[in-house]
């Protein structure tokens, strides 16, 4: 497996809906989101991808279309994002994990933006503090919104959290 870096070619996927039918290829700017609901670092980070996901929500060929990609069944992503308070638009890798196979995922979460031409942009591995902002920034620019920290003054948030 190859290990996938900014200015790769995005390969091609294929992601379920919570019903096992396939997703369609997301049109426009896109950022991947893969996680595991056991996983304590994805549990920390939700909270703020579903901030980011609120505030410039996309899902046309404008913006930035978050989807996350849960390595779980859908009952128990469903049960995630209820416990989490999150409505980010969630598609799926059954197992054995095809797409994250494909994606080279050996740690979650980790977050691949992907630009309309099909191009890997950005790679993001466990959480960080500085990257999220500069997702929030590039979200902001891409749905034409003006920017807001993503991180409100008197959180305690670590720079970074391993996945």
């Known amino acids: 497996m190859?290990?996938?870096e900014p200015g790769a070619s995005f390969p091609p996927i294929t992601l379920n809906d919570a019903k096992g039918a396939s997703l369609p290829k997301p049109e426009g700017e896109t950022l991947y989101v893969v996680f595991k609901t056991t996983c304590p670092t994805c549990e920390f980070t939700w909270p703020y991808l579903e901030r980011l996901d609120e505030r410039y929500r996309s899902a046309g060929p404008a913006g930035l279309r978050i989807v996350a990609v849960s390595q779980d069944p859908p009952d128990k992503a469903a049960a995630f994002n209820a416990r989490l308070g999150a409505k980010v638009e969630t598609a799926f890798d059954p197992q054995p994990w095809p797409a994250s196979d494909r994606l080279g995922v050996d740690t979650v979460p980790t977050f691949f933006?992907?630009?309309?031409d099909g191009k890997l942009a950005e790679k993001v591995v466990?959480?960080?503090?500085?990257?999220m902002e500069g997702l929030a920034q590039r979200?902001?620019?891409?749905a034409g919104k003006p920017y807001?920290?993503?991180f409100h003054p008197?959180?305690?948030?670590?720079?970074?959290k391993a996945g």
């Open 2 to 4: 190859a290990v996938l």
């Open 113 to 116: 933006r992907v630009t309309p």
């Open 126 to 131: 466990g959480f960080s503090r500085d990257r």
């Open 139 to 142: 979200a902001a620019a891409a």
């Open 148 to 150: 807001e920290k993503l």
């Open 154 to 160: 008197g959180e305690q948030i670590p720079s970074t």
